[in-house]
């Protein structure tokens, strides 16, 4: 992504969990460690203002991307540079202060992370104090401020999260992660608990704050249509690994990976096109135990032997995609126009993955 200074830059970041068997059951048992690598050589950038997506099916390390970059998980390899500082090189707490600030995290659920005891306006007012950001009669106005922003009343500051729905919660939590004055939001699947209806309402919201306040997301969804309707780039990943990446309407209309090709068949063809709609077809082996060379080689129907034993490197097509995938490397993958984009909207079932 090269058309801007990036805000966020992720190099090579990975994330391994260790998830073997307490020492002695492993000592009797003849198990070996087990190491499952969540996340594995991740790299993308952000432009200040813009939003990239983390697409992929359930278990692919999104979710811990997220949690990485914001400080939530220490990275096992790889780092994050924010506006030119890398956040390894934040050791105290004061230095981390400013990253702390900057950054928020909004979370699929918005109620658990609201606290249930405390009145909307204390959950707002929060960041502010504990940043010490203003005090007085000030935190007060500008929490008015931050509910009219997200389209709810100075009044509702009053109430309590249970006395909301799940989209008026997940507009406190925006609040809330506004409050601070940040200016990246990582935002792990904030509409997929909601109804689509007020799904849309949220995302468009979110837009506006962006434009509005020259906001930079990190945005994950397993969600096609919630993708194409927020992003500007989008990283498809799989087992760990951004298998492709691209501008999105690049990524949407010439896509090149085999598994990006999957995901985007299970698109409802509203247009008519005549394109079948495919499920999502064999399963993500277990991540503890990844096949050999590319990953994806049990499910591609493309899959040579050179796919069995190497691993693709990422690089880039004349579309201006990256993607690794030795046979579009080898050119045994002829480039598809695709016509077909999915739609938000009440009616649409948001092609899913
Ligand atoms: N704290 C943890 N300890 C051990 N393994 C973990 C931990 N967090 C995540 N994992 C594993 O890492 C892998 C990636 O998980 P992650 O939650 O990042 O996926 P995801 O893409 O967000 O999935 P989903 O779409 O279901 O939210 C999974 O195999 C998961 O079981
Ligand atoms: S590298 Fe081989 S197995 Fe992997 S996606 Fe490409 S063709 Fe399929
Ligand atoms: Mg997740």
């Given at each position: ?94 230095a981390q202060r400013p990253f702390r600030r900057r950054v928020q995290m909004i979370f699929q659920d918005p109620y658990a992370s609201l606290n249930p005891r405390w009145r909307v306006r204390d959950i707002i007012a929060e960041p ?81 704050l962006q434009r509005e306040l020259d906001l930079t997301y990190l945005f994950i969804s397993h969600n096609l249509a919630v993708v194409y309707h927020v992003s500007d780039w989008v990283g498809v990943m799989y087992l760990g690994r ?59 129907a493309f899959a040579n032997e050179r796919c069995q034993s190497e691993l693709p490197k990422a690089l880039p097509t004349a579309e201006g995609t990256m993607v690794a995938c030795h046979a579009v490397e080898e050119d045994r993958l ?20």
């Amino acid at each position: 992504m090269a058309e801007a200074t990036a805000l966020v830059e992720v190099s090579n970041l990975a994330k391994y969990f260790d998830v073997s068997k307490p020492w002695l059951n492993r000592v009797l048992e003849r198990d070996k460690r087990q190491i499952l690598k969540a996340v594995d050589g991740v790299s993308f950038s952000i432009p200040k203002g813009r939003t990239f997506s983390l697409v992929g099916e359930s278990g692919c390390g999104k979710s811990t991307v997220a949690r990485t970059v914001v400080g939530l998980y220490q990275p096992t390899k790889g780092k994050t540079v924010f506006d030119g500082v890398d956040t390894a090189d934040l050791k105290s707490r004061r230095a981390q202060r400013p990253f702390r600030r900057r950054v928020q995290m909004i979370f699929q659920d918005p109620y658990a992370s609201l606290n249930p005891r405390w009145r909307v306006r204390d959950i707002i007012a929060e960041p502010i104090r504990a940043h010490g950001l203003l005090s007085g009669q000030d935190v007060d106005d500008r929490v008015d401020d931050l509910l009219t922003h997200v389209k709810l009343t100075p009044q509702d500051g009053a109430k309590f999260p249970h006395e909301f729905s799940g989209g008026q919660r997940q507009r406190i939590s925006i609040a809330r992660a506004l409050a601070s004055s940040s200016e990246f939001l990582v935002c792990d699947e904030p509409t997929s608990a909601l109804d689509v209806s007020v799904q849309a309402q949220i995302l468009n919201l979110m837009k506006d704050l962006q434009r509005e306040l020259d906001l930079t997301y990190l945005f994950i969804s397993h969600n096609l249509a919630v993708v194409y309707h927020v992003s500007d780039w989008v990283g498809v990943m799989y087992l760990g690994r951004l298998v492709e990446w691209a501008e999105k309407r690049t990524l949407f209309r010439f896509p090149r990976h085999p598994y990006t090709r999957m995901l985007l068949d299970t698109i409802p063809d509203l247009d008519m096109t005549g394109r079948e709609r495919v499920p999502v077809a064999g399963e993500v082996p277990n991540p503890i135990n990844p096949p050999s060379g590319c990953p994806f080689h049990p499910r591609c129907a493309f899959a040579n032997e050179r796919c069995q034993s190497e691993l693709p490197k990422a690089l880039p097509t004349a579309e201006g995609t990256m993607v690794a995938c030795h046979a579009v490397e080898e050119d045994r993958l002829p480039l598809e126009d695709r016509k077909t984009v999915p739609v938000l909207a009440g009616g649409n079932d948001g092609a899913g993955v």
